[in-house]
Structures are given as structure tokens and as C-alpha cells.
């Protein structure tokens, strides 16, 4: 059996071995990171955990401000316009983000004392995070050329060795120095500045750069037209995803904001499965798209939303007891959290489908929209949640977000479809809101089950002997997926 898997897997095309190895690098990245949240939580007092998630929340922040995302959104296009001068190119781009960087670092120097008493994060730390921001963009470009050319070996083993020593050695930092946050973050970035300087170094070619200025210029120009719109969207998709840990630490205090991250760590076991299925069936809706088979992407999404919907409802009773077995006491009440968290992860997916048909179409002005719009709305719900009926209130308003995000790409991808002449039903909405209202009714219900796990388990079980019951159509929609 064995040799037979080896003589398909060896039949393969690269693009399909590189698709595989990138998305098992994902869950492997993922697993680390979810394995290492109760180590972190164990070792670490709880506040000194609650002050590290907090500072991960405004490093994505600053990451924005101080690089622009160029290595993420205008390289990743420009590296195929400009594939004739990629070498220029790249070198162009990592020099336009250092200058961004140092503009930032200018910035934090002037207004440090608001900027630390604001983040109560010590001024030793940022310049740290803005040195990693300065070679960071660096790593980024190879490995998006990897990726490009699906020299999957070197980029998966380049992302697994970096995650692994930067987790490894501020594993040890933190157990043998001391055990607060400032050593974790501290030591990390030492690790990923030094990781990335090599990249840095391998990447950047300024004799190439002060020959050709006058193409440097047309490549910043054509970065900046590209990366400027999307700057609110990333912006403020990552204030909606990241604010409610940082207003509990502001609004409540560093101990809560930790017991919350616990919650929100965990439901990333369900957000690996969900980004995982966006990966594959972004490129897979955009060519269905091409190829105008509306009717494709109409039976199938329908079948991979209720199989997300399943593996989550799943993941919601067994919650508790994993919070049992992987961290203290203390942490316990993080439960109450992760049934809404949990299900705002299904409604991520249900977005991202509306928004990859609105992107087939350049529509990203209405991603502007929508992403600003709900981001404000998710500060403001926080902030009466908090005061009105503490901070478990951010995961519900975190949900109503989501629902509110979803229905806003879904009225935006309709205006898409219209004004490109597109009549077909591209999704089955009513299977897809019933589906919908069930995982929320769902989620309701299962936090009265919590009190009790008798009648936990005996829903865990009718779950499984239904699964049981209609395997052959999970079978089909698994092999959907393969397919």
C-alpha cells in the first residue's frame, strides 16, 4: 500500500505536490502555535500572558503602518507583471518598505511617551518589532517566489524551521530567564530579525537599485496605487479581529484579556480547517468563474458549508473538556466564550465566499466598505459590551459582526453580479441561511449544556451516530473536495 501511495504521489503534477505540502505546512504552522498556547498559559502568570497577547494584537496594528503589507498585497502581483526584472523589482519593493519603516520608527521616537503609556509596551520592544518589520519583507518576497515557481521544498522547510526556533528558544527564554511576558517577546524577536536577516541580505541588491532609479520610481508608483486602497481594508479587518483583546486589557484589566485569548487560541483549531478550505476553493472559484460553470460552484459550496458547519458544532461540545485538560483552573471560564467565537469562524468562511466573487470582479472598494463599516461597529459594541456586561460580551459582539459582515459582502457580491451581467444563482442562499440559523441556534443551546455534561455528551453522540448515518454523503462531499 505504501509503495502504491509513493508511485501516485511521485505521478503528481508539481502544482498539486506544492498545493499539498504548503497546506499541510499550514495545519503543521497552525498545530504549533495551538499546542504551544497552553504551555505558554502554564508557564506564564496569568496577566503576563494577558499583556503578551495583547502586544501580538498591536504588533499586527503596527505591521500595517510600518511596512504598508507591500511583500503581502502589491509584490505578490507586481512579482508576475514585472517577472522580465524580478531581481529590481524585489529589491525595489524591500527598500520602499524600509523607508516606511524608518518613517515609523521617527514617528515612535518623537511620541514615545504616549505611544508606551497607550500600549504599556516598553520602547525597547518597538524598536525590536520595527528592526523585525525592516527584514521581515524580505522573507516574505522569497518565499512568494517560491510559492510562484512551486519550489514547495526549500519554502516549507524555511517556514517550519523559523516558526520552530522562534517558539523553541523563547520556550526556554521564558523558562529559564523568567517568566514574563517582556522575555517571550523580547527573545522572539531577536530570533525572527536574525532569521529574516539572512533573507535580507540574499534579497536586497543596491547596486542594482542605484542603476536603474528610473525604474525604481515606476515600481513605487505602481506599489503604492496598488497597496494604498487596501490599506483600510487590511486595517480594518484586523481591528475587527483584534481589538477585543485590546480594549479588555485597557477597559478591564491584562488577566481577563488572557482568559479571552485562551478562547479565541482554541477556536483556532476550527480556524486552521476554515482557512484551509478558503485556500483551495479561492483559485477553484475563480476558475469556475473563468469558465462561466455557475452551476458547479452552486452545488458545491452549499455541501463544504454544511461539512464546516458540522466539524464546528463538533468542536463546540468538546470545548470544555479540552479546556479542562490543557490549562489552569483560572482558565476555565474562557468556556462561556467559545461557542460564539467558534461560530463567528463559520461566518468568516461564508464572508470570504460572497468577497472572492466580488474580488473576481475588482470590486475591492466594497471590501473597503464593508471592512470599515464593520470594524467601527465592532469597537463600538465592544466597548458598551464591556462596560454593560463585561468582557465575555466581546465574543457575541465579535459573532454579530461576522453575521453583519457576511450579509454586507452578500449585498455587495449581488451588485457585482448585476452589474457584470451575471444572472445565475451562484450560491444556494436559502440552503446556506438555514444552515446558518441552525449553527446559531446551535451555539445557544450548547451553553446550556455546558452546565450540564451528561446531556453534553449524549448530543455528542446523536451528532457522531448521525454522522455515522449519512456517511456515504460526507464521503461524496470529502471526495468533492479532493476532486
Not at 515612535?108 to 511617551?113: A, E, K, P, S
Not at 520610481?217 to 503604492?224: A, Q, V
Not at 469556475?288 to 458549508?305: H, N, P, Q
Not at 479540552?322 to 469562524?345: A, G
Request: glycine share 2%.
Amino acid at each position: 500500500m505504501i509503495k502504491t501511495l509513493l508511485n501516485k504521489y511521485k505521478l503528481l503534477s508539481v502544482t498539486v505536490k506544492a498545493t499539498f505540502w504548503f497546506t499541510v505546512c499550514n495545519f503543521l504552522l497552525k498545530g504549533i502555535s495551538f499546542i504551544t498556547v497552553p504551555i505558554f498559559a502554564a508557564i506564564l502568570p496569568t496577566a503576563e500572558y494577558g499583556a503578551m497577547s495583547i502586544y501580538y494584537s498591536y504588533e499586527q496594528i503596527f505591521l500595517i503602518f510600518a511596512t504598508l503589507e507591500l511583500s503581502i498585497g502589491a509584490y505578490q502581483r507586481g512579482v508576475i507583471k514585472y517577472k522580465d526584472n524580478e531581481k529590481l523589482f524585489t529589491t525595489s519593493v524591500i527598500v520602499l518598505g524600509n523607508i516606511i519603516t524608518f518613517i515609523n520608527l521617527i514617528v515612535f521616537c518623537i511620541f514615545q511617551d504616549w505611544i508606551v503609556s497607550f500600549t504599556n509596551i516598553s520602547m525597547t520592544i518597538l524598536v525590536l518589532m520595527l528592526m523585525y518589520f525592516f527584514v521581515q519583507p524580505a522573507y516574505n518576497a522569497w518565499l512568494t517566489r517560491k510559492r510562484f515557481s512551486y519550489e514547495y521544498k526549500p519554502a516549507v522547510l524555511a517556514t517550519l524551521l523559523f516558526s520552530i526556533l522562534t517558539t523553541a528558544i523563547s520556550l526556554f527564554a521564558v523558562y529559564l530567564i523568567e517568566q514574563t511576558s517582556t522575555i517571550k517577546i523580547i527573545s522572539a524577536l531577536i530570533v525572527e530579525i536574525i532569521f529574516c536577516l539572512f533573507f535580507y541580505i540574499k534579497n536586497l541588491n543596491i547596486v542594482l537599485f542605484f542603476k536603474n532609479l528610473n525604474l525604481v520610481k515606476e515600481y513605487w508608483i505602481y506599489c503604492l496605487k496598488f497597496q494604498m486602497p487596501l490599506l483600510f481594508h487590511s486595517l480594518s479587518y484586523l481591528l475587527l479581529s483584534q481589538s477585543d483583546r485590546v480594549m479588555i486589557g485597557n477597559l478591564v484589566n491584562n488577566t481577563k484579556a488572557a482568559i479571552y485569548s485562551v478562547a479565541y487560541n482554541l477556536a483556532s483549531a476550527v480556524l486552521i480547517f476554515q482557512q484551509s478550505l478558503n485556500q483551495v476553493f479561492k483559485p477553484w472559484r475563480y476558475q469556475k468563474m473563468e469558465s462561466k460553470e455557475y452551476a458547479t460552484i452552486y452545488s458545491t459550496s452549499t455541501t463544504v458549508t454544511l461539512l464546516l458547519g458540522v466539524m464546528i458544532c463538533l468542536f463546540i461540545l468538546l470545548a470544555p473538556d479540552v479546556i479542562r485538560l490543557l490549562f489552569r483552573k483560572e482558565y476555565y471560564e474562557s468556556i462561556w466564550t467559545i461557542p460564539p467565537v467558534s461560530i463567528s469562524v463559520f461566518f468568516m468562511y461564508l464572508y470570504s465566499m460572497f468577497s472572492d466573487i466580488e474580488s473576481y470582479f475588482y470590486d475591492t472598494k466594497y471590501m473597503a466598505f464593508i471592512s470599515v463599516s464593520c470594524a467601527i461597529l465592532n469597537i463600538v459594541l465592544n466597548y458598551f459590551g464591556i462596560i454593560l456586561f463585561g468582557y465575555i460580551a466581546c465574543a457575541y459582539t465579535t459573532l454579530i459582526t461576522y453575521v453583519i459582515f457576511s450579509l454586507g459582502h452578500y449585498y455587495f457580491m449581488k451588485k457585482s453580479l448585476k452589474r457584470n451581467g451575471v444572472k445565475a444563482k451562484i450560491y444556494d442562499v436559502k440552503k446556506l441561511s438555514i444552515i446558518s440559523i441552525i449553527i446559531l441556534i446551535y451555539g445557544l443551546i450548547v451553553l446550556v449544556l455546558y452546565k450540564y455534561d451528561f446531556l453534553r455528551y449524549l448530543a455528542l453522540v446523536l451528532i457522531l451516530s448521525l454522522i455515522v448515518y449519512k456517511r456515504k454523503y460526507f464521503i461524496n462531499v470529502i471526495k468533492t473536495m479532493k476532486n
